[in-house]
């Protein structure tokens, strides 16, 4: 059982957790992730580690409410318990001095982004961290951004702040005004913007990194539930990742896969919300 020990509500659909982990605070590194269960009955979900403090014994995750369990997940509060908290897993994201580096960031990917640009930061690299929102108020942590970055441009899908239009039109219309290509791109979030932002920085010949969230279950390595393809190898993200070189990822299979199962995950959701419909 680990205690919530603060919590913020970052959107209607976004929450940031404080939570009691100290052995993962220990041993934690930018890129690596957890997998939690909210209740003893719940599937269990991944979640990247967004910071850590090994004084306090404690950890931070962002979550967003899209299917049961993350709704489950979101509704707690401080006080309240996670039946369980299993980390750090994963490698660590590969930081290097670089020079400028470029990290890209979409809806709740942008938590994620930012231990991985507050460590390039820290390695010595001029770093822009590019965000995406669907609108102004959407917007999540751009203040801790703006420590961990030297320079952070929003896009909004609507124009209510920064650019108009998505992350990747917006990466296009930054390297058109810059005289060099970044030396590196680190992306994280959905997976079609994953995809875009790859395709466009291959036509720049700069490396890039993708940070993939496909199905997880066991996040050891033994349920192949996040088998994935890079380079026309099979690859688990679980433990040979999450992060892995964009150009070579298999992003149609990782669609297929990742969607394999959304007739019962809304199902499951439609029988939640009917039973809170019930309780209320
Ligand atoms: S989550 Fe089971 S092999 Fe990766």
Redesign the pocket.
């Known amino acids: 059982m680990n205690l919530i020990l603060k919590k913020r509500q970052l959107t209607p659909e976004i929450a940031w957790f404080e939570v009691e982990a100290p052995r993962i605070a220990r041993r934690w590194k930018p890129g690596q992730f957890i997998i939690i269960r909210p209740n003893q009955d719940s599937e269990r979900i991944p979640l990247t580690i967004v910071d850590g403090d090994p004084g306090r014994g404690s950890i931070v995750m962002v979550v967003q409410a899209v299917g049961k369990t993350t709704r489950i997940t979101v509704a707690k509060e401080e006080g309240e318990y996670l039946a369980d908290v299993v980390g750090p897993l994963g490698e660590a994201a590969s930081i290097e001095k670089a020079g400028h580096v470029l990290c890209v960031g979409g809806g709740v990917g942008v938590a994620e982004l930012l231990p991985v640009a507050r460590a390039f930061r820290q390695a010595g690299n001029f770093v822009t961290a590019m965000c995406g929102a669907r609108t102004a108020s959407l917007r999540i942590l751009d203040e801790e951004l703006r420590q961990a970055a030297d320079e952070v441009i929003w896009a909004t899908d609507d124009g209510t702040a920064g650019f108009h239009g998505n992350v990747v039109q917006c990466m296009a219309a930054w390297r058109a005004q810059q005289n060099a290509p970044p030396a590196t791109v680190h992306v994280i979030g959905p997976i079609p913007m994953m995809r875009a932002a790859a395709d466009l920085t291959r036509q720049w010949g700069v490396p890039t990194f993708a940070s993939l969230n496909p199905i997880?279950?066991?996040?050891?390595?033994?349920?192949?539930?996040?088998?994935i393809t890079v380079g026309g190898k099979v690859r688990?993200?679980?433990?040979e990742g999450p992060e892995f070189d964009a150009h070579q990822v298999d992003f149609d299979e990782l669609i297929r896969r990742t969607n394999a199962y959304r007739a019962q995950e809304r199902l499951v959701l439609e029988q939640h919300e009917c039973k809170l419909k019930l309780v209320n």
């Open positions: 997880m279950i066991d996040g050891t390595g033994m349920c192949g539930g996040c088998r688990f993200a679980c433990v």
